[in-house]
């Protein structure tokens, strides 16, 4: 059996009066992530983590921040198109692993929505997506309130 892990890495900082999207879904609050498309780091870290578990570079790559079709973009369509890659390469998803490192809002009510949203999109059973959310305990620029990351590992088997 093939199996490849990958791992993805986002940050963004927060702003006024942007929508917060986070795994496709709009969270209400008064900052938003600030991005070239949409902003939401949760989809950018998993999609981020297919790429790199198929040795395909990195999102940036794929959908450049200079090119001006990408402003704005709905993260959705970077997410289909990673999973479109998944399936030409001859692979499936095993499990996806991610956090939400954010001081505020609290997303405890947000988790299961986002994970329902996310396994449709991709085609999992509830159990081979996790979605935790953590804080800093008020440390760094995460703790200020002025960013968001998120993390996420995948593994994919053949």
Known sequence: MDIRL????????LKENI????????IPYHK?????SDGDALI???????FG????GDLGTHFPSADPKWKNANSIIFLEYANDLILKHGY????????IILQEPVLKNHIIPMKIFLCK???LKSDQLSIKATTTDHLGFIGNGDGIASLAT???IK
């Open 44 to 50: 950018h870290a998993i999609v981020d983590a297919i």
């Open 121 to 123: 999109v991709l085609s």
């Open 19 to 26: 929508p917060l999207i986070i795994g496709g879904l709009k």
């Open 92 to 99: 499936s998803i095993s499990n996806i692993d991610t956090t």
């Open 32 to 36: 938003g992530s600030k991005g070239h």
């Open 154 to 156: 995948i593994v994919l």
């Open 6 to 13: 990958g791992q993805g890495v986002d940050v963004h900082q």
């Open 53 to 56: 578990a198929l040795s395909l």
